[in-house]
């Protein structure tokens, strides 16, 4: 199984056989079936966000529904996992839980690894490319004021508002 360091390469990879994939929003879980990775909701009554476990060569990410309770966190919480596995996952490191703390948006509580989780994350859910195409098709038609912008954006791409307003900071685009 090929390993991407990178959420570009991995969907330039993946794009190649599965050219619907990129497309907005990304199909995350066409991404796991194509890795052979599970995803289940469980109701964990702790502060765990998610958990990705690798046992006997089965690899789980595993969802808390109780603090995944929207759409666009729960597609976070995926890609964030789906981080750690094509990162950081090894055979000394079979697993990586993330709780409140780890997952929380306040960057000072980020180890590096997190944040590169992170960062795989909000590249894998919001393509630099699929972002222009669809952010001049939304400008397209003449001004629009930048909040609706960002909600409409984050819409498109199935991600909070606050994600999308993260990623098109970091691109430069507001």
């Not at 890795?35 to 089965?58: A, R, W």
């Amino acid at each position: 199984m090929e390993m991407f360091k990178s959420p570009e390469k991995l969907l330039a990879s993946i794009s190649t056989k599965h050219p619907d994939l990129m497309s907005a929003p990304i199909d995350l879980e066409k991404i796991c079936s194509l890795y052979q990775i599970n995803v289940e909701e469980e109701s964990l009554f702790d502060s765990t966000i998610g958990k990705i476990i690798v046992e006997n060569g089965n690899v789980k990410i595993i969802i808390n529904s109780y603090e995944n309770q929207s759409s666009q966190r729960k597609r976070f919480t995926i890609a964030h996992e789906l981080g750690h596995f094509f990162l950081h996952l090894n055979e000394e490191q079979t697993s990586f839980i993330d709780d409140v703390k780890t997952m929380s948006r306040t960057q000072s509580y980020w180890t590096p690894i997190e944040a590169q989780a992170n960062d795989f994350a909000a590249r894998l859910l919001m393509p630099l490319e699929l972002i222009i195409k669809e952010a001049e098709e939304l400008v397209k038609d003449g001004n629009i004021k930048e909040d609706i912008f960002i909600q409409k954006m984050a819409n498109i791409f199935l991600v909070s508002k606050q994600s999308m307003t993260y990623r098109l900071k970091n691109i430069g685009i507001i």
